[in-house]
């Protein structure tokens, strides 16, 4: 199967599927020299591990990390890093009612068409559980950007029609609300929008947000490798993800360009602007402001209700699907968006150490030697 690598000197490759026996990835193009641990790779994975509240699939996975390879004494080699995570909760007979239709809002008729088979145990690779690798290999690209002085965080925005106050915005309730809301009072009453939907045996979506601080002015490319391109595709490849904005997004449609320019200014000896409604990126490069990305995220297909759809056969009937699924997905999907950031980010940052003659230079040219 092609399509399960992404970045190109960063490069990620996540393997495995929801109900085998263990997923994973491989990060190839880690630098050598960077303190890594299995548990600085552990807290953005108990992020987004299921089980962990009402509001979140029962499926109860631990979801420890294994680190196999490329890393010696505490410090990674250089070579590729091999991560394991064993899947230890599966419960596969959930799924045999579903063996021989397609569920409503998911991939199994598409996958089916495709390939011609299809893995109907929770997705197989169109599971959301292939995220905890690419959140595995994300920790390790978070790490090595904050390093560098950049910090890249995700939250919930809005759940349904509840969304935050940014008066109220508070950046150590993303890790202690459950619903990864920065605002403790909206995550009262998104808690409450998402038990009513649950009575009702259905699902609800959301949006999640990710600021990205630090960032230099001169990261990406102007044509076909822009840097909000490339951001909107790492977003759009999280599964349930429908739409993805930078900066304003959509509202720009709306304004005249006296309203939505962002003001040059001087502050001391750097160049800054008045606003971001530009999100950072300017040309498809960053401008040294903050990044701001949002991504749109349907309701949970599984849902309990009964639904319609077809069999294999071609036969027109009813099902209602059994399992353990999460009523919301936004919660636990703002670490993989804040994961996605991180390993696009540091991917383009790499290929901008060769695009000026300068740059070279200073990295290769022996300081001893005679200048020109």
Not at 122 to 146: D, N
Not at 201 to 225: K, N, Q, T, W, Y
Not at 341 to 360: E, K, P
Request: hydrophobic fraction near 35%; charged fraction near 25%.
């Amino acid at each position: 199967m092609a399509g399960s690598t992404f970045g190109n000197l960063f490069r990620i490759t996540t393997w495995g599927e929801s109900h085998g026996p263990a997923l994973g990835v491989v990060v190839d193009g880690c630098p050598a020299g960077l303190a890594l641990t299995e548990e600085d790779i552990q807290m953005y994975l108990d992020r987004r591990k299921p089980g962990q509240s009402q509001i979140t699939t029962s499926r109860s996975e631990a979801d420890r990390v294994e680190i196999l390879s490329g890393v010696f004494e505490g410090r990674t080699t250089g070579t590729p890093i091999s991560l394991l995570i064993r899947n230890t909760s599966q419960i596969s007979r959930d799924y045999s009612d579903i063996a021989s239709c397609y569920r409503p809002g998911h991939a199994d008729y598409t996958f089916d068409q495709k390939y011609g088979f299809r893995d109907y145990r929770g997705g197989g690779r169109s599971s959301a559980r292939e995220t905890a690798g690419r959140v595995a290999a994300g920790a390790i690209a978070c790490k090595i950007l904050r390093q560098l002085g950049i910090e890249v965080c995700a939250y919930t925005l809005s759940i349904g029609p509840i969304t935050i106050d940014p008066e109220h915005f508070d950046a150590r309730a993303i890790c202690e609300t459950r619903t990864a809301m920065p605002d403790r009072e909206a995550d009262g009453k998104a808690v409450a929008y998402l038990e009513d939907a649950i009575k009702r045996l259905d699902s609800v979506g959301g949006v999640m947000e990710c600021r990205v601080s630090g960032v230099p002015a001169g990261i990406g490319d102007p044509v076909f490798c822009k840097l909000d391109a490339l951001l909107a595709q790492a977003a759009m490849s999280i599964g349930a993800v429908k739409a993805v904005e930078i900066g304003d997004g959509t509202a720009v449609s709306t304004r005249y360009g006296s309203e939505n320019n962002d003001a040059f200014r001087m502050e001391r000896d750097r160049v800054v602007k008045a606003t971001n409604h530009a999100g950072g990126i300017l040309g498809g490069i960053s401008d040294g402001s903050d990044i701001l990305l949002r991504a749109h995220v349907k309701p949970t297909p599984s849902i309990y209700a009964p639904q319609q759809t077809v069999d294999n056969s071609g036969h027109d009937i009813d099902i209602q699907i059994k399992g353990r699924h999460d009523p919301i997905i936004v919660p636990r999907a703002v670490v993989v968006l804040e994961c996605m950031t991180a390993i696009t980010l540091l991917d383009a940052m790499m290929a901008n150490l060769c695009c000026r003659m300068d740059s070279l230079e200073r990295f290769y040219r022996n300081s001893d030697s005679p200048q020109d």
